[in-house]
């Protein structure tokens, strides 16, 4: 009897633990099957977004065309002649809202909110400037003083107002710099290198604008744009100038088409070091210049370009001190300091010295 009651109870308790290893069992299946849609959810969730970044990149586009480009330039050019210039604020200002109307930057449109009261008043203020320094004004400030105030105006259409900051941070020296190599690039190749002063100069113009706080960045070069050009070329002789309608607008398509908001930090700093160079390149091109045609040209003509060059020396000079004075106190405010102030003065005050020294001890 006592055989059979132990029996009895082992034979329970080993019923118990088969019954509570089919709950543990149970419980886990059911942990398992709760877990597996999140799994799922997770993964559907994740898909998604690696399909968001294999979607390629929309490239920027010019969709206007090319007799509307012909026609509202050359009403702009009639405008423009017939008043003297007077009315040229507001033919510049209704171009540059068709051009904006027709730019896409990697898929995103621009628009351009500036008006021509806005740009008559400035305009005006520049000419009269101008006439008071004899042209020094119009020839140093007032295309870079058009280019601020372009960009400042040109927006995203896609940007709420109270997000909208758009300026251009380059320099008037750097400007007139620009202008200068692609000129004398022009002229030393015989125009052979001229689609390269073109993709030069939109480069530096692109690196310094912002545009709803996004830089610009240009990629294209003069050898992507030489066969174009030769094509275009070839087909406006061929169909006795009827493809030049194509022509222009052909180039500001090519000209959109490799430029993107994609300026970084790194372009930045790439600003600066060329900001240096441009400070020497410019001060010292213009007087070299003046004194080799001075030396080459003897009489009456050599006198008076050699002249006219020293003076300008001294008025790059002066200019050059101006700037980096007003840089050394802007960045003192700003409680940081950059070589450029001290280039800018140094440089100065060598072409002041230069241009003393030369009136002195060369008789002219």
Not at 338 to 360: E, K, N
Request: charged share 20%; net charge positive; proline share 2%.
């Amino acid at each position: 009897m006592k055989k059979r009651a132990n029996q009895q109870q082992a034979d329970e308790v080993i019923e118990e633990k088969a019954a509570q290893t089919e709950e543990v069992a149970q419980t886990e299946e059911t942990t398992q099957n709760e877990e597996a849609p999140q799994n799922e959810v997770s993964k559907t969730e994740e898909a998604p977004q690696t399909v968001q970044a294999a979607q390629p990149v929309t490239k920027s586009k010019f969709t206007g065309g090319a007799f509307a480009n012909f026609f509202i330039n050359l009403a702009a050019k009639f405008v423009t002649l017939i008043t003297l210039g007077i009315l040229y604020p507001f033919m510049a200002t209704w171009k540059e809202k068709w051009m904006a109307k027709h730019t896409y930057i990697n898929g995103r449109q621009l628009e351009f909110d500036g008006n021509g009261f806005q740009f008559w008043g400035r305009y005006m203020l520049w000419w009269l400037l101008s006439v008071v320094t004899l042209g020094v004004y119009y020839v140093v400030f007032m295309s870079i003083g058009v280019s601020k105030w372009r960009t400042k105006h040109l927006h995203y259409v896609d940007t709420p107002e109270e997000q909208r900051n758009s300026y251009f941070d380059g320099r008037w020296y750097q400007l007139l710099g620009v202008k200068l190599l692609s000129g004398l690039v022009k002229i030393e190749t015989l125009f052979i290198a001229s689609l390269w002063s073109v993709c030069f100069k939109q480069r530096w113009t692109c690196s310094h604008q912002v545009i709803d706080g996004q830089r610009l960045n240009f990629d294209g070069g003069g050898l992507q744009l030489y066969g174009r050009y030769l094509l275009w070329m070839f087909l406006t002789i061929i169909t006795l100038g009827i493809y030049s309608f194509w022509f222009t607008i052909g180039v500001k398509k090519w000209v959109i088409s490799h430029t993107d908001n994609k300026g970084t930090e790194e372009r930045e700093k790439i600003n600066k070091e060329e900001e240096k160079e441009l400070i020497c390149t410019v001060a010292g091109l213009i007087p070299i210049i003046g004194i080799v045609i001075g030396c080459v040209i003897s009489g009456t003509t050599g006198r008076f370009l050699m002249t006219m060059f020293m003076s300008l020396m001294m008025l790059w000079g002066a200019l050059l001190i101006l700037e980096g004075i007003a840089r050394w106190f802007k960045n003192r405010k700003a409680g940081r300091w950059t070589p450029v102030a001290a280039i800018a003065m140094a440089v100065g005050w060598m072409l002041l010295i230069i241009s003393v020294f030369l009136r002195i001890f060369i008789r002219i």
